[in-house]
């Protein structure tokens, strides 16, 4: 079992800052592929940005430019460095994990239980 521990959500003008941080811990030999989900209402989740064990980082062409993905995989945590906030960035962030308990389990993906950011106009 794997915990995710979600902090860094909260209200900021647009135009702010925020960074998310995202910790993994409990039973793990190797994260694959670490990142962000969100869901605004009445929307479907959507992608992010997501970082890959080889380091490919793929993301959605609405925060490129404004977000970064920072993973450190000594310490099994993934940050997103969100700037330029707008209103549309608006939404539950949810951090995303896929990963394996021994070196010969299967990958099991991880949701965090999201965290809320908000920005105003």
């Known amino acids: 079992q794997v915990q995710l521990a979600e902090s860094g959500g909260g209200l900021v003008q647009a135009g702010g800052s925020l960074r998310l941080s995202c910790a993994a811990s409990?039973?793990?030999?190797?994260?694959?592929?670490m990142g962000w989900y969100r869901q605004a209402p009445g929307k479907q989740r959507e992608l992010v940005a997501v970082?890959?064990?080889?380091?490919?980082?793929v993301s959605a062409d609405s925060v490129k430019g404004r977000f970064t993905i920072v993973r450190n995989n000594a310490k099994n945590m993934v940050d997103l460095q969100m700037n330029s906030l707008k209103p549309e960035d608006t939404a539950v962030y949810y951090c995303?994990?896929?990963?394996?308990?021994?070196?010969?389990?299967?990958?099991?993906?991880?949701w965090g239980q999201g965290t809320q950011v908000t920005v105003s106009s």
């Open positions: 995303y994990v896929e990963s394996r308990a021994t070196r010969w389990s299967n990958d099991i993906t991880y």
């Open positions: 409990g039973s793990i030999f190797s994260i694959s592929t």
């Open positions: 970082i890959y064990s080889s380091g490919r980082i």
